[in-house]
């Protein structure tokens, strides 16, 4: 699934981020392929909050709709 | 070998000084180090060929030159750039870590270590992480990475002495495993560990320097080291307990539209008390009215008359109405940086206590759909208090695309300070139903056009993507640093653009040119936007200062719908020579050119819109107000529905 298709408070397992800068961008924040994080906030229509340890991370519904991840 | 170890800044420093290079994720506090170890003075230099300013000052024989906050090293964008060259060029790296944070900022520390530079990390903020019920093993960490780690408190003081006195005992510490063998031979082929690493992590800027391909080899070395963060902060960090704090939930409020709408407007309340009427009413009128009109003003008049005759073309150039040495400087000092300090003032508030990524994250939805996303929201803000200082701050959009859709939309739409001032005090004689169509107007006008280029302009804009800072309260002092320096920053950008806005004009004036645009646009004045012929100057006047044209709207005897008819041209109209000037500074000609007339003929467009609608719903001398604003949404709404169908039949004609 996409990680828009999450809903709040479900914890996740990245599986690919396909935009280069998004990716190295991701990775630098901890959030790499393979790691686990939980979707904190949805902004109706908007962007996605998600959380790993204490790092939480801003992302836009375009790159939500475009990370593969699956539920855990 | 050749020297290609430029760290940009043109810094005289000798041989035999360290450069010791402060570095650090955004927020970490690295400010109270640089202050700490430089004293009182600091010099700040501009990186060639960016806004940034980079402060470096000296501690004993040592030169300290900080960095922009980042959160790695490689050319995504400015800041990584610049932060990229002056590291790989340090001598030693005093990298500042957010306790709190120890995740996230380990990946840039130990990408510090991988490029071979000799580091002392300065764990900040231990108070705070063990508030949160974290505890972390300082030694072992030291022994994991292989350089000195000292636990700081650094507003407070704490450990600052120690810092200093670890820094000539910087170790180069334990690299990346597995990368070693990739690095030696680049490190033969480019001379330096630094840009090896950055060659092999695909670094087009750095490879291009030394004439090679950059390497494909970022996701793999990005992979190895955050697996090896991941593991370093795993053995030395120990959580207590985690429970969810009072500025957690606020942090969480401020994003949701439900509460974080209302907690914007507050904040905006707050901002449009404290600038628009403080600075713009108490603090101008004793800077611009008593100081520069007042005193500055005939003094340099008197001066200049000693040598030539203020009549004079010569004289007029330089102190006449328009003067170089007269408008000029009262327009700058006297009006826009009272504005500008208070605009950058509530800016680095609202950066320094994390509110500022959430208002981004709140707003993003809407900034969306004209193309723009969360991040533009701080040019839209600044707007309101120069439009000039907004279309340099573009420069932090992800792409030309943004940049192009927010300059457009900031010279359309967003009155400045300045004029913003004197269109409410004429709006405040219209009464209240034609203030609301002047809102919604413009508005309208911010959504259509935005929404229109976004449909239209090839591309697509970049997503948001930034972390959510903890909620702080912010530090004062870093607060006033921040507001002096950007402000500086903008007075020695700005002054010779409104320079050279006082000469271009003062030319038109002496040469006649200012009244025959005058006459020639008074056709468009009288039978398009049923004005009276004078209100043409007070339009090119607001070329020459936007609160000009409003200003020269009162001495004109004209009706509520036409004075609202007025305002909405003005508002439109061209901004002012001096963001003209940085419009074409910031663009290519053509392009410039293009915006530049572009946002006069929507000007005209919308201002005769609303006036022919005035009249088609008007019963005698009673207008219809509600009809008029109603049918100039739909209008709008009109215009985007058609942009984008024809927008779609374009792309299907072309793909068959």
């Not at chain 2, 001398?621 to 209008?635: G, K």
Request: aromatic share 6%; hydrophobic share 50%.
């Amino acid at each position: 699934m996409k990680l828009e298709n999450l809903r709040r408070g479900q914890s996740f397992r990245i599986i690919s981020i396909p935009d280069d800068i998004v990716r190295a961008q991701a990775i630098r924040f901890g959030l790499a392929e393979g790691e686990i994080a939980v979707c904190e906030e949805i902004i109706p229509a908007g962007p996605i909050v998600i959380k790993k340890n204490r790092q939480e991370i801003v992302l836009g519904r375009g790159l939500a709709k475009s990370i593969q991840v699956e539920l855990i | 070998m050749a020297h290609c170890h430029d760290t940009g800044l043109k810094l005289a420093i000798p041989e035999n000084v360290k450069k010791i290079v402060l570095a650090g994720n955004p927020n970490t506090g690295k400010s109270v180090f640089f202050n700490y170890l430089t004293g009182l003075y600091v010099d700040v230099s501009n990186y060639p060929g960016t806004t940034l300013e980079i402060s470096h000052g000296k501690m004993d024989e040592d030169v300290i030159i900080d960095t922009p906050g980042v959160y790695g090293l490689s050319s995504f964008n400015d800041e990584e750039k610049i932060a990229r060259d002056i590291i790989i060029n340090a001598d030693i790296v005093l990298n500042v870590v957010d306790a709190v944070h120890l995740e996230r900022d380990l990946f840039l520390t130990q990408q510090i270590i991988d490029t071979g530079v000799p580091v002392v990390v300065a764990l900040n903020m231990v108070d705070e992480a063990k508030r949160q019920g974290i505890e972390i093993d300082y030694q072992a960490l030291s022994s994991l990475l292989g350089v000195p780690v000292i636990p700081t408190v650094a507003i407070k003081g704490q450990g600052l002495e120690k810092v200093k006195n670890t820094l000539h005992s910087a170790t180069k510490g334990r690299i990346t495993p597995g990368l070693k063998k990739s690095l030696t031979d680049l490190i033969n082929r480019v001379g330096s560990q630094g840009e090896a690493l950055l060659v092999l992590e695909g670094d087009e800027v750095v490879a291009s320097r030394h004439g090679i391909l950059p390497g494909k080899e970022r996701d793999k070395v990005y992979m190895e080291r955050r697996k090896r963060v991941n593991e370093i902060t795993a053995e030395v960090l120990k959580e207590v307990r985690q429970g969810a704090s009072f500025a957690t939930t606020l942090g969480r409020l401020m994003i949701k539209p439900v509460t974080g709408i209302p907690i914007l407007a507050l904040a905006l309340w707050l901002m449009y008390k404290a600038i628009g009427v403080f600075v713009a009413q108490d603090i101008v009128g004793i800077t611009e009215e008593t100081i520069m009109i007042g005193m500055y003003e005939p003094a340099i008049k008197g001066l200049i008359s000693k040598y030539v005759t203020l009549d004079s073309i010569l004289g007029q150039f330089l102190a006449g109405e328009f003067g170089i040495l007269t408008m000029a400087p009262t327009y700058l000092l006297g009006l826009l940086m009272p504005l500008v300090v208070g605009f950058y003032f509530f800016l680095a508030l609202f950066e320094d206590s994390g509110y500022l990524p959430r208002i981004a994250t709140l707003t993003d939805r809407v900034l969306s759909s004209l193309g723009l996303n969360g991040r533009a929201v701080i040019p839209m803000i600044l707007g309101f208090g120069c439009v000039t200082m907004a279309t340099i701050v573009t420069r932090i959009l992800g792409s030309d695309r943004e940049r192009r859709i927010a300059i457009f939309l900031l010279g359309l739409t967003i009155p400045c300070s300045a004029q913003l001032g004197v269109i409410v005090g004429l709006l405040a004689g219209v009464g209240i139903k034609l203030t609301i169509m002047y809102i919604v107007v413009i508005f309208s006008m911010l959504v259509a056009a935005g929404t229109i280029l976004n449909a239209i302009l090839p591309g697509k804009s970049t997503d948001l993507l930034i972390d959510l800072p903890p909620l702080r309260i912010p530090r004062l002092a870093n607060v006033l640093k921040k507001t002096g320096v950007k402000s500086y920053g903008f007075l020695k950008e700005a002054a010779p653009l409104f320079a050279l806005g006082a000469i271009i004009i003062t030319g038109l004036q002496v040469t006649g040119t200012l009244e025959v645009i005058q006459n020639l646009l008074a056709p468009i004045t009288v039978g398009w936007l049923g004005l009276p012929k004078e209100a043409a100057t007070a339009f090119v006047m607001g070329i020459v200062r936007r609160d000009f044209g409003a200003a020269g709207l009162t001495s004109l005897s004209l009706t509520s719908m036409q004075t609202v008819v007025a305002l909405i041209t003005i508002t439109l109209f061209v901004p002012c020579i001096a963001s003209i000037m940085v419009l074409f500074k910031e663009r290519s000609k053509k392009e410039a050119a293009i915006i530049w007339s572009a946002s006069l003929v929507v000007a005209f467009i919308a201002g005769g819109t609303v006036a022919r609608l005035a009249n088609i719903f008007s019963t005698g001398n009673e207008v219809n107000i509600f009809a008029v604003t109603i049918a100039f949404v739909l209008l709008s709404i009109g215009a985007i529905a058609v942009t984008k169908i024809s927008r779609k039949k374009l792309f299907s004609t072309f793909r068959v």
